[in-house]
């Protein structure tokens, strides 16, 4: 059974980098037939989709937050990556890693879910 | 970016009702909608994708329909546990975004 696993620093300084990881398990982070994302959800708000990334490293992007967010997969350790620089206030939610599917290289709808992990920005 | 606005905003019902839960895009997608269930301090679980297809293990108390820019998430019976917050996503045009949630409370 697929599981995802965030991990990473709770607190974040502002204007500093917000670094996750996400541990891929029960399945592989190769597969041709997934893209893995980012999506994250402050308080009491809709969630908000970050990006996604294919194992090859092909990636897409929120425009809002394509300045500042990167992505990465390393397939050997089955993990990929999220860094979003220059961080806020703004910026403090539960960020989830997760599997989608895709038709025809574009993200779709995300059939599993990491825990979520709860970064706050703070000085 | 599509807008998805989720109607109602709170559904207050019983055990046994049936609950219908509205997404409007802004723009035409097709039927690329999804819905999810959120409970608190837990991870959306998908429901429905391609605006009718049940994922896996989901019961067959919940349907959903539409096309277009009209979508509707239905509860045949509500359960105990399907009092919680609903969302619709759509990934017909990129950024895919998300509804602003129609939380489903008891009466």
């Known amino acids: 059974q697929l599981q995802l696993q965030e991990s990473g620093p709770r607190l974040a300084r502002p204007s500093e980098t917000l670094s996750l990881t996400c541990d891929v398990s029960?399945?592989?982070?190769?597969?041709?037939?997934?893209?893995w994302g980012w999506i994250r959800q402050s308080p009491g708000n809709r969630p908000e989709w970050i990006g996604s990334?294919?194992?090859?490293?092909?990636?897409h992007y929120n425009p809002a937050l394509r300045s500042r967010a990167t992505i990465s997969v390393d397939t050997s350790k089955s993990q990929f990556f999220l860094k979003l620089k220059s961080v806020t206030a703004a910026d403090t939610a539960v960020y989830y890693c997760?599997?989608?599917?895709?038709?025809?290289?574009?993200?779709?709808?995300?059939?599993?879910w990491g825990q979520g992990t709860l970064v706050t920005v703070s000085a | 970016e599509i807008v998805l606005t989720q109607s109602p905003g709170t559904l207050s019902s019983s055990p046994g009702e049936r609950a219908t839960l509205s997404c409007r895009a802004s723009q035409r997608i097709n039927n690329y909608i999804a819905w999810y269930q959120q409970k608190p301090g837990r991870a959306p679980r998908l429901l429905i994708y391609?605006?009718?297809s049940r994922a896996s293990v989901i019961p067959d108390r919940f349907s959903g329909s539409g096309s277009g820019t009209d979508f509707t998430l239905t509860i045949s019976r509500l359960e105990p546990e399907d009092f919680a917050v609903y969302y619709c996503q759509q990934y017909g045009s990129s950024p895919l975004t998300f509804g602003g949630g129609t939380k489903v409370d008891i009466k």
């Open positions: 990334i294919f194992y090859s490293g092909t990636t």
């Open positions: 391609d605006a009718s």
């Open positions: 997760a599997r989608q599917t895709f038709r025809w290289l574009v993200p779709r709808y995300i059939g599993s």
């Open positions: 029960g399945g592989s982070i190769s597969s041709s037939d997934y893209y």
